[in-house]
């Protein structure tokens, strides 16, 4: 079988692609499909119009000269050249939305078209984050809608989405529940070393895995605040930076008002490949998440990360949260806001190593058992297959 993965933006700095479409795509090349993505990489147009062959996988960065037609149009005729038997189209919007309208008025009788939902993008979702124009935002909430019910199959990365889908009128049978694996490859063996170069060898680290969005920050300095109170020495390790410009800054004011920003130790975003072993270097991960539409949607990759290199995570059971961290197994869930309540779970796994090797243990194991890429690949093939 031969399948196109098509994809409204490239690899970076979004993480859709990367994290999920070549994922899914690598295992299934694994298993004997043909899989090549075509991505329009409007974030970095300097990659235009390039190929490359990754883990097996053709990867497609198509043109970007002219307009938004234009570059749809040559989106969907690369796509048609490939001559795919399948086609599935991540995110229901902007030019794999396009692209998924085509295919379905005009090529839906020679080839089996699905549509892939990871996050909600219309009234309550993205729309209400971006800075899209008006016209843009009701292009944006009108395609999603569309594009879940004209297609051949929806996947759709959580349990929240799926119950959209059912709201919109989509067939039960044709929506598959696909979540998130981890989005990094490898093992936490040298977290170790990369502990003590960054000299937290000998104090207890939380990990803060975040883009600063999924949550009101001051609360995050209130629980952090909390714990420090108790563990004077307490790190922090920071991963990452914030969705916009001016969350950084927004935050570093915040810790320094607390007197926080001691106990910081910023490495900003990273290398993939590093990415394993300073995720291991921490003692206990924390993922906060408002009660939102958006974060009901959401299937987080990055909580998936923590969990996959054996790091207990202390977490707010919104949406997806409770599938990955299973409470009391591979980690301690609150209700969302219960800063408190985070606090107190923060310094129980800080003070019991034993209890945090086990729920690392058990994390580890429970990724592997129910979010390995092999498996929902297995999940996917049977949707290609109809």
Not at 76 to 87: C, Q
Not at 213 to 222: A, D, G, H, S
């Amino acid at each position: 079988m031969r399948v196109a993965m098509v994809g409204p933006f490239g690899f970076h700095p979004k993480k859709t692609m990367r994290a999920r479409a070549f994922r899914l795509a690598r295992a299934l090349v694994q298993r004997g499909f043909e899989v090549q993505l075509f991505m329009p990489p409007w974030h970095t147009p300097d990659k235009a119009n390039t190929s490359w062959l990754e883990d097996g996988v053709p990867i497609r960065y198509t043109p970007l000269q002219g307009g938004y037609a234009r570059i749809a149009r040559r989106l969907i005729g690369e796509t048609l050249a490939y001559k795919p038997d399948v086609v599935h189209c991540f995110k229901p919007k902007a030019y794999s939305g396009l692209a998924a309208w085509w295919l379905w008025q005009f090529h839906r009788r020679r080839l089996r078209l699905l549509v892939d939902s990871d996050d909600w993008e219309g009234w309550g979702g993205w729309n209400e984050l971006e800075s899209y124009t008006t016209l843009q935002k009701r292009f944006f909430a009108w395609q999603e809608r569309w594009g879940m019910r004209h297609c051949h199959a929806l996947t759709v990365a959580s349990r929240a989405l799926q119950t959209l889908a059912w709201a919109h009128r989509v067939n039960a049978q044709n929506v598959v529940y696909l979540p998130n694996g981890p989005g990094i490859d490898g093992s936490a063996a040298n977290s170790a070393k990369k502990r003590a170069e960054l000299s937290l060898t000998d104090r207890p680290v939380v990990l803060l895995y975040s883009r600063l969005f999924e949550f009101n920050t001051e609360r995050l300095v209130n629980v952090l605040a909390q714990v420090r109170s108790e563990m004077p020495n307490l790190a922090v390790l920071s991963i990452g930076a914030g969705l916009f410009a001016d969350d950084a800054a927004i935050f570093r004011s915040q810790l320094q008002a607390a007197g926080l920003l001691s106990a910081f130790t910023d490495v900003g975003w990273v290398a993939e490949a590093e990415l394993p072993a300073l995720l291991g270097a921490a003692d206990v991960g924390l993922y906060l998440i408002d009660d939102t539409l958006l974060n009901r949607t959401k299937c987080p990759v990055k909580l998936a990360d923590m969990l996959s290199v054996g790091l207990p995570v202390v977490a707010e059971a919104v949406g997806q949260v409770p599938e990955y961290v299973v409470h009391r197994q591979t980690g301690l869930l609150r209700e969302s806001s219960d800063d408190e309540g985070l606090a107190a779970d923060l310094l129980c796994l800080l003070e019991d190593i034993q209890l945090r090797q086990r729920m690392g243990r058990a994390a580890q194991l429970h990724v592997q058992e129910h979010f390995s890429w092999e498996r929902l690949a297995l999940r996917l093939e049977r949707a290609y297959q109809g």
